[in-house]
Every structure is written in C-alpha cells, then in structure tokens.
C-alpha cells in the first residue's frame, strides 16, 4: 500500500547525541517535506526537497540537517540533540505541482533529556 | 511570501449545532487551499480542499467556501458529531511559496455530545 513511512515512532534520548529520524515514501512523489510541530499544535515547514540530490530550507530555522539521495527517502539527522529540539517532526510528500496535497507520515515523537 | 491566518484557535460546539472555521491569506496569487483534519496522537490528513477556480466545494457535512476578492476561506461542518473533534488546519499554496504548504495556525474543535 503506498504510504509515507517514519521510524522511529518515539525517541526519547540524551543530549548531545547524534540522531536521524528515518522517513521513506511508497508514493512515487517526487517532493518531500519535514514539518516540526510543537505541542501547541502548529506545523512549521523545517526542510524540503524537490527531488534526488535537491534540499531546502523551510520557513523556521532549524539545527538539524536533510539528504536526498534517493527518491523515496529522506531522513533528518540531529548532529547533537538538545532539550530545546523536543517535538514531534513529520514528514509528507506530494507531487511536484502547485495544486495537490502533501500526504503525512505518523510522525516521530522526539525527546531530548 | 504567504501568510495564512486562521480563526479561531478553540471552538467548542454541542453536539448537532454547526462549526465554522475561517482562514485568511495574504498572497493573491494563492490558488489552492485544503483543509487537514488532525485527531489526537495521529497524522494530519485532507478532509476537503478547493482550487481558485471554484467558489465553493461540499463533502456530505463538510464545505469549504472561498472568497478571492477578500481573500479569505472557510470551513463549514454541519451536524457535528463527538468525533469531529480533532485540530483543523487550513493551508495555501502558491508558486511564491515554491509550492509549499503554508499552514494556519490550527483550530481545536470540542464537539460535547
């Protein structure tokens, strides 16, 4: 079945640690994003990419980094965590055209202790 | 770039009574504009969207109406039921956004039975 998929679904993990927050799609979409949502409920675009070897910055500045190397991947790594980057991070994908929806992830649930 | 508004933050209705929710947006170039439905713990998904080209859009209870000169978009959902409750968001999209998602801020919905 195509879907966006994310691993891990929670993490909770120490400061200073290095993590990468997985995320694969079956969609066949060329355009992947990776939103923060805070508890508060809104979503903030923190990165995006139009396709293989293409990588952007969203609209909230983040410290954390994206690749694309493959079409349906496009994972999030955190070189050093802090407490400060506790959130939930989900990922979407959509075609590449201006008039079409972004297909969400389950989203990863990240603490920093 | 685009800025989309949305109100209002909280919304508590009985249960049968009618929701209404409304966004507006700044770029009037914006030419797509859906409306997710988040429920607790999960992902946000597309309940209803509308192009520029059309006025208003309806699903069964759910519509969505659109107002080009005064920039702004509505949801509208009749007959209200407990599990309407959940966190709406609207969004808009134009080619100045680079076709991204641009999000309200997000509305919670109480539907008390």
């Known amino acids: 079945e195509a879907d966006i998929y994310q691993t891990p679904r929670y993490l909770v993990i120490g400061t200073g640690k290095k993590i990468t927050l997985e995320c694969s799609q079956t969609m066949g979409h060329d355009k992947m994003y990776w939103y923060q949502q805070d508890p508060g409920m809104e979503l903030h675009l923190i990165h995006y990419?139009?396709?293989?070897?293409?990588?952007e910055k969203g609209d909230l500045s983040s410290e954390s980094t994206v690749s694309r190397i493959r079409t349906e991947h496009f994972p999030l790594t955190l070189e050093s965590a802090r407490p400060s980057h506790t959130s939930q991070y989900l990922c979407a994908s959509s075609a590449d055209t201006v008039n079409t929806e972004a297909f969400f992830g389950q989203g990863t649930r990240l603490t920093v202790v | 770039g685009e800025n989309v508004e949305q109100h209002p933050s909280t919304l508590s209705v009985q249960e049968g009574d009618s929701a209404v929710i409304k966004c507006t947006y700044s770029d009037s170039a914006s030419n797509y504009f859906p409306w997710y439905k988040q429920e607790l713990g999960k992902r946000p998904q597309l309940i209803i969207d509308i192009r520029s080209n059309v006025g208003e859009k309806k699903d069964q209870r759910i519509a969505v109406t659109l107002n080009k000169t005064a920039k702004h978009f509505s949801l509208h959902i009749t007959e209200t039921q407990p599990e309407d409750s959940a966190v709406y968001f609207c969004a808009g999209n134009t080619y100045r956004s680079q076709g991204n998602l641009i999000f309200g801020k997000g509305t919670k919905l109480s539907v008390k039975p």
């Open positions: 990419s139009y396709g293989v070897n293409s990588t």
